[in-house]
């Protein structure tokens, strides 16, 4: 017989008394399954627990609890079969597993981590935050996950001094840009500008982000710290000409320096590749006004503005400020 064929039958044949072993073990009642079938079917499901196919993982936790096991493993039955069910977005039913494992083991710190997990995605806050805070006091060995999760729970919340007090915690055991990104959002919320900086700054070091580079020359500029702000941001208009946001914002940052020189020339080349964007022509005129240029310079191009205005608000702004010139300057309509 080819050698081929003989390996292709013995294959079959071996498939064949897994499959009626399985059956086997299946069919029978709980009665009948023995310690060792048990542990074969629990072999199986940690197994396909450990690749990642929870949905067979948990067909096989399933069954085994059926057969009434061993009082010592239903705690982990039950655990894993709700980790099982929260890999599927099944929460309801994670929720009630690990709960029956809580049952049974109250002060497993693995068991109330996990249900605060599944609470937390379920977006049950005070509970979720409960879990997180007994599987701590229960002395988890890797407290990351649970300083992590009450970080973003308060985050969430608004509770941002909270938030900042475990995300701390979190980032003293494994240091991470997303972290550092959330403490930022944190602090800045808490308008502690500098601090918001300092750790945007920690982020974008870990993991470069050119929105997040340019909210940091936000912060400078909030700081008022315009030459940290405008050497961020020439950089990053020299490594991205097509971004008109990024040269605005050294515009303005030049403007709020009083270099108005510099300001200006950013704006004419913009408006020169842009001519009928209104707000560049409001922007500039604006240049004009703080250099005390010429007035019939600023009325040209506050007229300019109203033209090309695309939103009732710049032509209502446009036309206050020419209507303040007029007054202030004398300006003849």
Known sequence: MDIKKTKKINILLILAVLLICNLHCYGQSSKNLTHSEQKQLKDAADLFFSSGNFNAALLNYTKLLQYSPSDKTLPELYLKQGICYENIGLYDKSIKSLNSALQLDKTNPVIHLNLG????KSGLFSESVEEYKLSIDYNISDKYIAYLGLG???QKSGINSE???YYQKALLIKPGPDIYNNLSKCYESLHDWKSAGRMLFESIKLNESLEDEIHLAY?????????AAIKTLDRLSDNNPGRMDIKLHLAMNYFKKNDYASSQQILKKLIKSNPDNGFLYYLFTLNLYFENKNSILVEQEI???????TSNNLKEYSTAFLKFLSSKQNIPK
């Open 117 to 120: 997990i599944v609470l937390q």
């Open 152 to 154: 973003k729970l308060y």
């Open 163 to 165: 938030a900042i007090n």
């Open 219 to 227: 912060l400078y500029y909030i700081q008022k710290d315009y030459d």
């Open 303 to 309: 007229k300019k503005s109203i033209k090309n205005s």
